[in-house]
């Protein structure tokens, strides 16, 4: 039997890696993350220890910053189709929207004090906002239209809503970063589901979703990609190359339902991509140019077929799919 060492070289050697490029953000140590591109092609990003918005013109390289409110550190931002860039204050108990054409903010303040980050957020089809506040324990729906904010507390005491997505009936799903949960809100009910992973030593951080409703988490203390099937609810699992090693983080899927993955156990992170057609690894890419240090959330851009992600080693990168 090879050790995990050596399966991993053997991926290395045989899955083909993916060009990527990175831009050094101009502000030192501050904390890139979750770009997200507008109808522009610019790629907007939180500096979470900078405390600031930002975006990157990836045409000439040029970046411009707009100052939020002092002890924000937002975590996460999302851009509506109406190109208004929704960002989370992770550090006070906030969730804003920012003109990009006047740089007016508006805020939207947690209804609980108890609920004081916000971490992460993602659209449904109506245009409304669900989003986790990780240590607070709870999860969160913003009516964008009139910044009504309901709060609804996990049933785990201690579990860390962290990742979310939307599936394609219209259903928010997040991962319970301190317990082996997957969960559902019900959007009619405000209703909370629950659904246990097999190993209690699962701590799934980020969650992903197909075209077929699927579901996929990373299992970052095993290093396992997971895939849970909502109608049976069964789950099946795969060690990520450099298994127990990988700590895998963000992760995304593209427009052909294959997965992609950051190790960020490694240094430099890697990016692997999972093809579930084939239930393999076909790729992997080293971080060369910064080595990333951690990768903490990504986005695949299907009009370009570009991954982005922002980097601990201060940079945003762009990675190119087949």
Same mark, same amino acid.
């Given at each position: 039997?090879?050790?995990?060492?050596?399966?991993?070289?053997?991926?290395?050697?045989?899955?083909?890696?993916?060009?990527?490029?990175?831009?050094?953000?101009?502000?030192?140590?501050?904390?890139?993350?979750?770009?997200?591109? =507008?109808?522009?092609? @610019?790629? +907007? *990003? #939180?500096?979470?220890?900078? $405390?600031?918005? !930002?975006?990157?013109? %990836? &045409?000439?390289?040029?970046?411009?910053?707009?100052?939020?409110?002092?002890?924000?550190?937002?975590?996460?931002?999302?851009?509506?189709?109406?190109?208004?860039?929704?960002?989370?204050?992770?550090?006070?108990?906030?969730?804003?929207?920012?003109?990009?054409?006047?740089?007016?903010?508006?805020?939207?303040?947690?209804?609980?004090?108890?609920?004081?980050?916000?971490?992460?957020?993602?659209?449904?089809?109506?245009?409304?906002?669900?989003?986790?506040?990780?240590?607070?324990?709870?999860?969160?729906?913003?009516?964008?239209?009139?910044?009504?904010?309901?709060?609804?507390?996990?049933?785990?005491?201690?579990?860390?809503?962290?990742?979310?997505?939307? =599936?394609?009936?219209? @259903?928010? +799903? *997040? #991962?319970?970063?301190?317990? $082996?949960?997957? !969960?559902?809100?019900? %959007? &009619?009910?405000?209703?909370?589901?629950?659904?246990?992973?097999?190993?209690?030593?699962?701590?799934?951080?980020?969650?992903?979703?197909?075209?077929?409703?699927?579901?996929?988490?990373?299992?970052?203390?095993?290093?396992?990609?997971?895939?849970?099937?909502?109608?049976?609810?069964?789950?099946?699992?795969?060690?990520?190359?450099?298994?127990?090693?990988?700590?895998?983080?963000?992760?995304?899927?593209?427009?052909?339902?294959?997965?992609?993955?950051?190790?960020?156990?490694?240094?430099?992170?890697?990016?692997?991509?999972?093809?579930?057609?084939?239930?393999?690894?076909?790729?992997?890419?080293?971080?060369?140019?910064?080595?990333?240090?951690?990768?903490?959330?990504?986005?695949?851009?299907?009009?370009?077929?570009?991954?982005?992600?922002?980097?601990?080693?201060?940079?945003?990168?762009?990675?190119?799919?087949?």
């Amino acid at each position: 039997m090879r050790s995990a060492a050596a399966l991993s070289l053997l991926l290395l050697s045989s899955a083909a890696p993916v060009p990527i490029m990175e831009w050094t953000v101009p502000w030192e140590k501050s904390g890139p993350r979750d770009p997200y591109l =507008d109808k522009q092609g @610019r790629v +907007w *990003f #939180v500096g979470q220890r900078g $405390n600031y918005v !930002a975006y990157l013109n %990836p &045409a000439n390289g040029q970046f411009k910053r707009y100052e939020i409110d002092a002890g924000t550190h937002p975590h996460n931002l999302i851009v509506a189709d109406d190109g208004m860039v929704w960002y989370s204050g992770n550090r006070n108990a906030r969730i804003c929207r920012l003109d990009p054409a006047t740089g007016r903010i508006t805020t939207y303040m947690m209804p609980d004090k108890s609920v004081g980050d916000p971490h992460t957020m993602v659209f449904d089809k109506s245009g409304n906002i669900w989003f986790t506040a990780q240590s607070a324990n709870y999860v969160g729906h913003l009516v964008t239209k009139t910044g009504e904010i309901h709060l609804i507390k996990s049933p785990t005491p201690g579990s860390r809503p962290y990742g979310i997505v939307v =599936d394609p009936r219209d @259903r928010p +799903w *997040f #991962v319970e970063f301190g317990a $082996n949960k997957i !969960a559902m809100i019900d %959007p &009619a009910t405000m209703k909370i589901i629950e659904h246990t992973l097999p190993d209690s030593r699962s701590r799934p951080r980020r969650i992903a979703v197909t075209s077929d409703g699927t579901l996929w988490f990373a299992d970052y203390t095993r290093g396992m990609l997971g895939r849970f099937d909502p109608a049976t609810r069964a789950v099946k699992e795969w060690p990520l190359p450099s298994a127990a090693m990988s700590l895998p983080y963000a992760m995304a899927p593209d427009d052909r339902n294959r997965i992609w993955l950051v190790e960020t156990g490694v240094q430099p992170n890697r990016l692997v991509g999972f093809d579930p057609a084939t239930a393999s690894w076909f790729s992997i890419t080293p971080i060369s140019k910064s080595g990333a240090l951690t990768v903490r959330h990504m986005i695949f851009h299907s009009p370009t077929r570009t991954l982005w992600f922002g980097t601990d080693a201060n940079t945003i990168g762009r990675a190119s799919v087949p």
